[in-house]
């Protein structure tokens, strides 16, 4: 039996066992030790109005809040607390603390104006206690946030982020297009630190990327904004990670998968491919990404359905459509269709068009891809799928947008004008609905425009 047999064998009897979501036992865990940290890291800012910063009385504290600012980040990697109007979460995670009015740890970050911080790597003892003498100080106006953060930065305190005060977001703010390129440059910051906890020897922040699948999902896959969004200046595999995501999240609501797994295959697409980032693999003939990346995912707490189907689409994300005989998981296939694809369309993996990437798929259905997976991306992209240029016979150019709408609208997308028939760039957004405006001459390559 070779390793990815072996592989396959023990993830499925893992699955088979399997009694409750990953996430709900890591989430617990989380929620005991943050709220552990979060009544220490109040009490110390209280105790610093009584005693001096030298006082031993704060020695013991102190260790107990470093003891327990190591286990989250031994969980977490960064370990961000947020304090959002009278509530307290600690990496997404609500925590039940005590409420004190005037006394709660957020009043006390709040007079600073600081409503969340973020602990990037390991603090001293000798930094904690100074952290905390800052924040149980006076507030330094007219920007007393600002102040702590030079203070900590001319120490060299620099594994601690002050963040503003947070307020909820109302109703009517949901599904903007600023919310979704928000949540775009989320989604792409938070793979680049994962990678960055995993090549430090961290474990992957779960939890925070299961809240971006969610806050994915409610944008909505398809959402316009999401495909017209450019940020140049992300990590290649950062954003690579996005699309495949928002393409196996597409997919899935198409084959109607309920919300709790589409949120686990969404998880499982945004790690597929941590394999790189861990150190000290072992050699490429020995055991590639694919392998190392189940590995390090199958180091996490727990061992239940949503760890192993994040463990299968790193084991399974280059798999073809038949293994051994048999067919690979369903995340697998999807991924392998998504990764693909995404992959065509980038300059090192040749440049194509999308029409030209889906063209590939399909013929390659059968043989590399699911076919019934293959022609369902084909009728949710489109004959133009986001991101096609097109010439409009007025001699515009624009580029699609928009998945498929209806069966009428499978050639007709909405698209963004980039320019106008004189060649020059509009002078305001504009977005065109093609059954409606403009004839369409042809697909354009990216360099043509």
């Known amino acids: 039996m070779d390793d990815l047999q072996r592989a396959q064998s023990n993830l499925g009897k893992a699955l088979a066992r399997s009694k409750a979501g990953e996430d709900k036992v890591l989430m617990a865990q989380v929620r005991e030790r943050g709220e552990q940290f979060a009544n220490l890291l109040n009490g110390l800012i209280r105790m610093?109005?009584?005693?001096?910063?030298?006082n031993h009385a704060f020695d013991q504290p102190v260790i107990d809040l470093k003891k327990?600012?190591?286990?989250?980040?031994?969980?977490?990697?960064?370990?961000?607390?947020?304090?959002?109007?009278?509530?307290?979460?600690?990496?997404?995670?609500?925590?039940?603390?005590?409420?004190?009015?005037?006394?709660?740890?957020?009043s006390e970050l709040h007079r600073h104006n600081i409503g969340g911080l973020t602990f990037h790597g390991e603090v001293s003892p000798p930094q904690l206690r100074r952290l905390v003498a800052l924040l149980g100080g006076k507030a330094n106006p007219p920007h007393p946030r600002n102040a702590i953060t030079s203070t900590l930065r001319a120490e060299d305190i620099r594994n601690v982020e002050l963040f503003g005060i947070y307020r909820f977001r109302m109703t009517?703010?949901?599904?903007?297009?600023?919310?979704?390129?928000?949540?775009?440059?989320?989604?792409?910051?938070?793979?680049?630190?994962?990678?960055?906890?995993?090549?430090?020897?961290?474990?992957?922040?779960?939890?925070?990327?299961?809240?971006?699948?969610?806050?994915?999902?409610?944008?909505?896959?398809?959402?316009?904004?999401?495909?017209?969004?450019?940020?140049?200046?992300?990590?290649?595999?950062?954003?690579?990670?996005?699309?495949?995501?928002?393409?196996?999240?597409?997919?899935?609501?198409?084959?109607?998968?309920?919300?709790?797994?589409?949120q686990d295959f969404g998880v499982a697409a945004l790690t597929h491919d941590v394999g790189y980032a861990v150190p000290g693999a072992l050699p490429p003939s020995l055991e590639g990404h694919p392998m190392t990346g189940a590995r390090a995912l199958l180091r996490q707490l727990g061992f239940h359905e949503a760890k192993v189907r994040r463990a299968f689409g790193a084991l399974y994300h280059h798999a073809e459509v038949e293994s051994g005989g048999r067919r690979t998981p369903l995340i697998?296939?999807?991924?392998?269709?998504?990764?693909d694809y995404d992959t065509m369309l980038r300059p090192n993996g040749g440049g194509q068009t999308p029409p030209e990437a889906l063209a590939h798929l399909a013929g390659g259905a059968n043989r590399h891809y699911d076919p019934v997976l293959t022609q369902l991306l084909i009728n949710t992209l489109g004959q133009f799928p986001p991101g096609?240029?097109?010439?409009?016979?007025?001699?515009?150019?624009?580029?699609?947008?928009?998945?498929?709408?209806?069966?009428?609208?499978?050639?007709?997308?909405?698209?963004?004008?980039?320019?106008?028939?004189?060649?020059?760039?509009?002078?305001?957004?504009?977005?065109?609905?093609?059954?409606?405006?403009?004839?369409?001459?042809?697909?354009?390559?990216?360099r043509a425009h």
């Open 48 to 54: 610093g109005r009584v005693h001096a910063p030298d």
């Open 388 to 446: 096609t240029f097109l010439a409009l016979e007025d001699g515009r150019i624009v580029k699609s947008c928009s998945c498929v709408r209806s069966p009428e609208s499978f050639a007709k997308p909405r698209a963004l004008v980039v320019r106008m028939p004189d060649g020059s760039a509009p002078t305001q957004r504009e977005v065109i609905d093609l059954a409606t405006d403009g004839k369409i001459r042809g697909a354009l390559k990216p």
């Open 68 to 106: 327990a600012l190591e286990s989250l980040s031994g969980l977490l990697g960064s370990v961000q607390l947020v304090t959002v109007e009278d509530q307290l979460y600690l990496n997404d995670v609500r925590m039940k603390v005590p409420s004190n009015p005037g006394h709660d740890l957020g």
């Open 172 to 262: 009517e703010d949901e599904g903007s297009g600023d919310d979704a390129l928000s949540v775009v440059k989320r989604v792409v910051r938070q793979v680049e630190d994962t990678w960055d906890n995993l090549a430090s020897g961290r474990q992957a922040n779960v939890l925070a990327l299961r809240r971006l699948v969610v806050d994915l999902l409610g944008v909505g896959p398809a959402n316009e904004a999401l495909w017209l969004a450019e940020l140049p200046h992300a990590s290649p595999h950062g954003f690579h990670a996005f699309r495949v995501t928002q393409l196996v999240l597409l997919l899935a609501q198409a084959i109607g998968l309920p919300p709790g797994l589409q």
């Open 332 to 339: 697998g296939r999807l991924l392998r269709i998504a990764e």
